[in-house]
């Protein structure tokens, strides 16, 4: 375990030397890549003036206040989330536990009974009460449950219908549509595979072709893009490849070459993440592309990659950290894109889940930590495939694998409409 005054990378004499170059041809995207440095250029020269011994601090209680504010409380601002409203319960609860602050019981039944008005009569999760099923709201509405934890929030779950609905937005090739009648592309296939396995309702049929379908994502970057060819993306990367860890089939992907393209995506001078090439760094990309490395790692030892660390990510752990506490930071609570951008929920749960994979390597059996600065600075554990906190998804699989799997009443229908 690594924590204490470490010598901050941001502050060497090296690190303007990481600056961005245009080779003397300015094009609009070279310009934008400038000012988000100079943006964080400021940022660090008003820390260092401000503290003698920097050392960067994770602002704990002003995360816990606007969290638990947000539980009960949006502003009019948060309107155009309303048909993402499991997210916000998700985003919330994920954060909380991470920051190791317990929800109050009677917060905890508040919540259930929400997401409960948020389930369809026909299965899955809507984006709120009345509203049409969605794979997205569904993963996030099964997500929260499950990190809740309770008997109430398992039983909220309707596993029968859930896989009715799954089943409904299976595609013939394999793939999975958002809603009945939606689009198509690899997030639908990571949030089916996710909720099926957390809550045990996978089938023989269920997951027949996806795998394929998936590594068909893949390009020739590296990395996966939203359908076969399409630019690949850091956030389809982490849905394709998470999906097919679960499925047991990430060894088929082109490892080497994933590891290539991901590891390119962590910025020089920032030391956070962009989601695509030439594109600016985002601190939702400190999990979306950091929690790849776990799956990586994992991927490449069962492979027999007998080079792989036995201490540290494939990553530049510490540089992801000060990124995230030196420039994500609001001062009254909350995370951020980068510098200069608003605060909110979505940003905060992927900052401090992207803080976590830097802080934590391994598993329960092997285990290290590099925590940047205090103690005080250190977060819970995150499971890289499914973002909640281990003993959350440990718990939640052995309660439902203590329950049959339902029957496939709606592989027939589903078989029947797509005729």
């Known amino acids: 375990m690594e924590r204490g005054a470490q010598p901050l ?23 934008e890549q400038r000012k988000v440095e100079r943006s964080i250029q400021e940022v660090l020269s008003v820390y260092q003036q401000i503290h003698s011994l920097p050392q960067p601090t994770l602002l704990r209680d002003q995360h816990y206040q606007y969290l638990k504010k947000g539980l009960r409380h949006l502003s009019d601002a948060y309107e155009c989330l309303d048909a993402s409203r499991p997210w916000l319960c998700y985003w919330i609860l994920h954060s909380l536990e991470l920051l190791e602050e317990a929800v109050p019981a009677a917060v905890v039944s508040d919540v259930c009974q929400f997401l409960a008005r948020c389930q369809s009569p026909t299965g899955g999760f809507a984006g709120g009460p009345g509203q049409h099923a969605h794979l997205a709201p569904t993963y996030a509405a099964v997500n929260a449950l499950c990190i809740l934890g309770t008997e109430e929030a398992y039983n909220v779950i309707n596993r029968e219908k859930l896989l009715d609905f799954l089943y409904s937005v ?37 997951f027949e072709g996806t ?117 994500c930071q609001n ?40 925590v940047l600065g205090k103690e005080e600075n250190r977060l819970a554990p995150t499971h890289p495939v499914y973002n909640i906190c281990p003993e959350k998804v440990a718990q939640a699989i052995q309660h439902f694998h203590q329950l049959p799997i339902p029957a496939q009443k709606g592989a027939t229908a589903c078989a029947k409409d797509q005729s």
């Open 170 to 206: 299976k595609q013939p090739d394999g793939s999975f549509v958002m809603h009945v009648g939606g689009e198509v592309d690899v997030r639908s296939a990571y949030c089916a595979a996710s909720v099926a396995s957390l809550t045990n309702i996978i089938t023989p049929t269920l």
């Open 331 to 370: 001062p009254a609570g909350g995370l951020l894109d980068k510098p200069g951008k608003s605060r909110d929920f979505y940003h905060t749960c992927y900052c401090l889940s992207g803080l976590s994979v830097a802080q934590h390597f391994g598993n329960k059996d092997l285990h290290h930590e590099l």
């Open 9 to 31: 990378r941001c502050f060497s004499d090296s690190h303007q030397s990481e600056l961005f170059t245009d080779d003397g041809v300015q094009t609009v995207t070279s310009a």
């Open 211 to 327: 795998h394929n379908w998936i590594l068909s994502c893949q390009n020739w970057e590296g990395g996966l893009g939203g359908m076969p060819g399409l630019e690949a993306h850091g956030g389809y990367t982490f849905c394709g490849t998470a999906a097919l860890v679960i499925l047991g089939k990430e060894h088929m992907l082109d490892l080497k070459a994933l590891l290539r393209w991901v590891t390119s995506r962590q910025m020089r001078f920032e030391g956070g993440f962009q989601g695509r090439c030439n594109k600016l760094v985002d601190g939702c990309y400190s999990f979306w592309q950091a929690g790849l490395l776990p799956l990586l790692h994992r991927a490449l030892f069962k492979d027999g990659d007998v080079t792989l660390s036995l201490s540290s990510w494939m990553f530049e752990q510490q540089a992801l950290q000060e990124y995230i506490l030196l420039c």
